[in-house]
């Protein structure tokens, strides 16, 4: 009987982490972002292929990575999220939980499965009228889950990217925010970035029910005229 | 996604397929009315829906029966199911209520996994597949008969959906009224229902025909004057789903009361 190779547990995790992080670090990056009146969402897409996506009431998520499994990864989410909001109550659905269940699939996923899955994603909640509090949760392929505050970068060099935004970001009106994204993204790609290019949603503040909105590429303009 | 059993888009196949304890008829009781729930759970009346010439009236009274016992007098059965339409019930209030909710989740979960709302024909079709799956119940005494209202943002007109407990779908060209008081209603609607009248023409004749079902079947309440409790009409235009607002109402159940004092 032919014996198996010994592989470590330490290499096959080490392996498995630089396959997945390789398969990210392939792909364009997505920013989220809080401005003053709400979070903001913005990815590097020109494809109709949609990365952002509202997930419930004040929850949307991102996805960065291999599409086929950020997608299937969304689906559950939303699936989730519906079915606890309708067991329940619609206030009972909150960002938290939801990352803590993507964190435990993800983990196990990356322990158990043969191949893991090449995808970092975001779950961000903005805050109840007036006074409540944004949250921006970063997933990442193991599983492990970062609390960010402000803002963050997933996908393509993120790395470089945040850092970019670490000495330059504040709270901003969403114009400014807007175009300090832009900017980042210009940096990491070092060329200009191309407005019909973007695929831009924010989570508003203060509305009742559903508060994710896209902008359509005419609205985002808009606010690049203006200044 | 092509798995057999997969849910696929559909909120209502997810819950189905989940907790399938929900949808189950009740155990030990026997179909065909030997103890018809009817009597023993609150039911809803009179609801109607005409078209007009930008869209389409939805509007319901404010009574839930038990037996002969008035249960609630101020149950709300007209509800806002997305930006574009609406649905309106007669049946066991309690199933009526949560199949609204159900099908506004349904039709939500839809489009947050598309990335597209449902056609209204969609819309229409799915309601069809949830009240047929709603039978056996409905054998046991807890029918829901909604109104569907919608409008087609596609063909630019409002569009006016009926539905029997069996999962049958008509589209009514003009009006239609379902529950206990229903068929007094549809006589206000068939002498008052004209061709491409406006807005406000459509609301007056959506509030008198609930006035005349009141007057005529004890389930169906009327105004309630001295508690400030009125109908609920809603309209669907291009711009959406809009309540018309109670202050409105009440004028137009005052004109009729001052038309009909002697």
Known sequence: MALPYYVSPEQMMQDR?????????????????????????????PSSLKKISEVYDRIAFAGAGKYSEFENLRKAGIRHADLKGYLYSREDVNARSLANAYSQMLGTLFSQETKPFEVEILIVEVGAAPAGQNEIYRISFDGSIFDEKGFTVIGGKADTLFAFLKGRYQVFPLAEALHLCVKTLGEGNRQEVALEGLEVA?????????????LSSAELALHFKTN | MFTPGDPGSSFYQLLKARHPERFAPVADLPAGGAMDLSARVPHGTTVL?????????????????????IAERDIQ?????????????????GPCMEFARLFRVELEHYEKLEGVELSMDGKANKMAQMIRGNLPLAMQGLVVVPIFVGYDVVSGYGRVFKFDIAGGQ????????????????????KKLFKKDLAQEEAVHVAIEALYDAADSDIATGGPDLVRGIYPIVKVITRD???????????????????KETR
């Open chain 1, 202 to 214: 924010i989570l508003e503040r203060g509305q009742p029910g559903r508060a994710f909105r896209r």
């Open chain 2, 240 to 258: 959406g789903v809009r309540d018309v607002a109670e202050s409105t109402v009440k004028r137009g159940v005052e004109h009729i009361i001052q």
């Open chain 2, 77 to 93: 059965k007209v509800h806002a199911t997305d930006h574009w339409s609406a649905i309106a019930f007669a049946g066991a209030a």
């Open chain 2, 170 to 189: 008509y589209e009514e060209q003009e009006f239609c009224a379902v529950g206990s008081g229903g068929k007094d209603a549809k006589g206000t609607l």
């Open chain 1, 17 to 45: 982490a630089e396959y997945a992080k390789k398969g990210i670090a392939r792909g364009r990056s997505i920013i989220a972002l809080e401005y003053d009146k709400g979070l903001l969402l913005l990815a590097d897409n």
């Open chain 2, 49 to 69: 829906a005409l078209r007009f010439r930008d869209g389409a009236v939805i509007a319901g009274d404010r009574r839930a029966t038990e037996g002969y016992t």
